[in-house]
């Protein structure tokens, strides 16, 4: 199960998530987005706008998997944090299958009866 931590309490992760990783919100709090300022809140929330229905946040989500199963790593938890979109979106896509390979063996087909 994805789950997320606390890097500045001295909480061990699997994944780092915050900036200047490709997981990190480059939304910050305070900084201006579409004529506002941002508040924790509107950061998180930018954040999960650009990752769920961009062109950017499409291509990262191709790598969405590498952090299933993780404990992602920030500095907000236990305060609103966009490491939540990743566990969000974890939680609603399948796991993909599990490589296997086909097997060679012919399965003997029925005849049919006329």
Known sequence: MTS???VSNGEECDIYCGR???WGNQFR???MHQGQKLSRAGAVEAHRDWFLYSADGHELQQDIEELRDQRLGCHCVPLLCHC???VDFLSTKPRPPVNVTPSRARIPLRRLRH
Do not use: C, E, R, W
Request: hydrophobic fraction near 35%; proline fraction near 8%.
């Open 29 to 31: 709090i305070g900084m």
């Open 84 to 86: 939540q979109t990743y």
């Open 20 to 22: 200047p990783s490709k």
């Open 4 to 6: 997320v931590v606390n």
